[in-house]
């Protein structure tokens, strides 16, 4: 009567103690939260909502960083408690009514320089209190010159990765501090092409 007996392989998996400590040992974990449960999935629903969003991009001045109809993960929390660094990439509102774009228009860019300093673009690169800044993240080189800018306090000055297609504080100067939203933090979904 030995084909009555547990295998051994059964024994060996689910009879001895070191096994016993895994959740699906006990079928408790499928059942449904009761109401601590059910709280704390309302809280962590309202966290994520509030400081964090998913935006969507819908123009090619990050390129290649960021192509156009990606899906990027924005957090709100960390500039509450300390200031943007340099080449951290931001999304905020622009400072000024740009022609082409409505009122509510989000913008995301790169940090170059902070308040501060002095800002240059000749000889398609950019300078920052006159030492030239090496960025292996842009498309090309920028084809523009822009004049000595100094970046006031409260204030940072942005640029697209794409410089030559992006409309950024090359056109309409340092972006104020309170205009920011929030900070990339990574990619949520981005579109191959074959």
């Excluded at 051994?8 to 009879?15: H, I, P, R």
């Excluded at 002095?118 to 822009?146: A, H, K, W």
Aim: hydrophobic share 40%; with cysteine.
């Amino acid at each position: 009567m030995s084909f009555l007996r547990p295998s051994v392989l059964y024994q060996l998996l689910f009879m001895h103690s070191w096994l016993q400590w895994m959740p699906c040992q006990s079928w408790e974990f499928l059942r449904w939260p009761g109401f601590d449960g059910l709280l704390r999935c309302l809280v962590v629903v309202l966290l994520w909502s509030t400081f964090t969003e998913i935006s969507f991009i819908r123009s090619s001045s990050m390129y290649p960083t960021l192509h156009v109809q990606d899906r990027v993960l924005m957090e709100r929390v960390s500039y509450y408690f300390r200031r943007p660094a340099i080449h951290e990439i931001v999304t905020f509102r622009a400072p000024v009514r740009l022609p082409g774009h409505s009122e509510d228009e989000i913008f995301i860019k790169r940090v170059v320089a902070r308040a501060g300093d002095l800002v240059e673009v000749r000889d398609g690169s950019l300078y920052v209190n006159g030492d030239v800044q090496t960025e292996d993240f842009i498309l090309e080189q920028p084809n523009y010159i822009l004049d000595l800018t100094y970046v006031p306090k409260d204030h940072v000055f942005v640029l697209g990765d794409n410089r030559n297609n992006s409309s950024d504080s090359h056109e309409w100067g340092p972006l104020p501090i309170k205009n920011i939203i929030g900070r990339f933090v990574t990619h949520v979904y981005r579109l191959t092409y074959n």
